[in-house]
Every structure is written in structure tokens, then in C-alpha cells.
């Protein structure tokens, strides 16, 4: 049985409408996890995340927190935003908030990054 689960990040709005998804999987390392928010690239038609070096180009959002807890890196099916309004305050890039360059940079693939405030 496999040693991972996605779990539906609500504390965080991350997509903030007229958004679109795609299914894949994310190449995730042996007892790591990869936060709501982060942003991912593709690598071998696999889902990355992003750790913010300068050749990498992100293409998008992941909006649940994916948790593997086995010991070996896994290949983890999940749904990537790749389109649409994000909040840009809960972008990430590896375990940093995103730069305003980074969170611009996500238009190129027809994401836009948003300020929210969160009204409680």
C-alpha cells in the first residue's frame, strides 16, 4: 500500500476563480511534503516543485498539501492548477514565499497572481 495522501488545503484560498486543472503526477521525495501554494514545473511529464533557481519556469499551483511519508521518493497522482487567479500571498518556492518576479512569471502560462487580504 502506498505511503502518501493529498489533503484539500483549506486554512488558505489558493485559487481565486475561472480556473482550470490538469492531472498528473508529482515526483515527491521519501518523507517530505510539498505545501498548498507551491509552484511546479514539468520535468519528463511529471510535476516538480519549483526550488527558485533561475532556469526554472513555472507552470503551475499546486492548491493541496501532498504528503508522502514512505521512505522512498513516490510518483503521487494529484490535479495542478494551470490556470486561472491564484492568491499570491500563499505562493511558494521550495518552503519561501514566492518573489513578485516568481508569481508574475506564472503568466506566461495564463495564471495570474492576485493580492488577497483574508477578512476574518
Same mark, same amino acid.
Given at each position: ?6 489533503? @484539500?488545503? $483549506?486554512s /488558505?484560498?489558493?485559487?481565486? *476563480?475561472?480556473n #482550470?486543472?490538469?492531472? !498528473? &503526477? ?5 518523507n ?11 520535468? @519528463?511529464? $511529471?510535476? /516538480?516543485?519549483?526550488?527558485? *533557481?533561475?532556469? #526554472?519556469?513555472?507552470? !503551475? &499551483?499546486l ?21 486561472g ?36
Amino acid at each position: 500500500m502506498a505511503n502518501y495522501e493529498v489533503i @484539500e488545503h $483549506k486554512s /488558505v484560498r489558493i485559487g481565486l *476563480g475561472e480556473n #482550470e486543472f490538469r492531472t !498528473g &503526477v508529482l515526483t515527491v521525495a521519501g518523507n517530505t511534503t510539498v505545501k498548498a501554494g507551491t509552484i511546479v514545473q514539468t520535468v @519528463e511529464g $511529471k510535476f /516538480v516543485a519549483s526550488a527558485g *533557481g533561475s532556469n #526554472e519556469v513555472g507552470m !503551475g &499551483v499546486l492548491v493541496d498539501d501532498v504528503i508522502n511519508s514512505g521512505n522512498s521518493s513516490a510518483d503521487i497522482p494529484l490535479r495542478v492548477l494551470i490556470s486561472g487567479r491564484v492568491n499570491s500571498k500563499a505562493l511558494l518556492v521550495g518552503s519561501s514565499a514566492a518573489t513578485a518576479v516568481q508569481a508574475d512569471s506564472l503568466r506566461n502560462w495564463s495564471i495570474v497572481a492576485v493580492p488577497v487580504t483574508e477578512m476574518n
